[in-house]
Every structure is written in structure tokens, then in C-alpha cells.
Nanobody, 119 residues
Framework: QVQLVESGGGLVQAGGPLRLSCAAS????????MGWYRQAPGQQRELVAS??????TNYAESVKGRFAISRDARNTLYLQMNRLKPEDTAVYYC??????????????WGQGTQVTVSS
């Protein structure tokens, strides 16, 4: 069974940094794109950043220049968040669409990790 497990969330003061991690586990044959979404209370889930299998990145306008997405060879996904703002407060979710495993191809989501930025 494929699992995505996020870690690294917490409470941080405005202007500070935080780094999220997402570890993929299970009988994975291949993962191509991976990404981070976030959902604030009363808001729709939105894309924060994504990265392709060959390292191309894409960011929401609201986080460009402050956040950096990366991944390692074991498909651990990272989100380095700098100069955090109170409006970055949300539950952050890791996602990996079209993961190939022994049971077929499915989209996977992590359970989410809370990021709270105090002003």
C-alpha cells in the first residue's frame, strides 16, 4: 500500500521559516509529478507548488520567491517556506498523482500537516 506522510508543520512567527517533508512509502514502481496543496479554513484547497519527475517546478503566485519545492531520489518531497506570512496559515497536503504500484495507477494524498503563522 502506498502512503504519503507529511511532517514539519507547526507554529511559527511571521517572517520565519519552516520546512515540510513528505515521505512516500510502499511498493512504488514510479512517481512522476509531486506537489503541495494547502487549505485554509473556509477556503478551497489550492496548489502551492509542484515538481515533475525531471525537476521542473511550478509555484502559486502568492508564494513565488518565498517557497522552494524539491525532492530527493527516494521520492521524499520537501517544501522550504521562508518569510512566512499569516495568510500562509493552512493545512498543507502532499500529493502524488498517477503513482504506479503493484496494485495499479492511483493518485495519493497525505493526511495533511498544520502550518500556523502568527503575526
Amino acid at each position: 500500500q502506498v502512503q504519503l506522510v507529511e511532517s514539519g508543520g507547526g507554529l511559527v512567527q511571521a517572517g520565519g521559516p519552516l520546512r515540510l517533508s513528505c515521505a512516500a512509502s510502499g511498493s512504488i514502481y514510479s512517481i512522476n509529478d509531486m506537489g503541495w496543496y494547502r487549505q485554509a479554513p473556509g477556503q478551497q484547497r489550492e496548489l502551492v507548488a509542484s515538481i515533475t519527475g525531471d525537476g521542473r517546478t511550478n509555484y502559486a503566485e502568492s508564494v513565488k520567491g518565498r517557497f522552494a519545492i524539491s525532492r530527493d531520489a527516494r521520492n521524499t518531497l520537501y517544501l522550504q517556506m521562508n518569510r512566512l506570512k499569516p495568510e500562509d496559515t493552512a493545512v498543507y497536503y502532499c500529493t502524488a498523482p498517477a503513482v504506479q504500484s503493484h496494485i495499479g495507477q492511483y493518485d495519493y494524498w497525505g493526511q495533511g500537516t498544520q502550518v500556523t503563522v502568527s503575526s
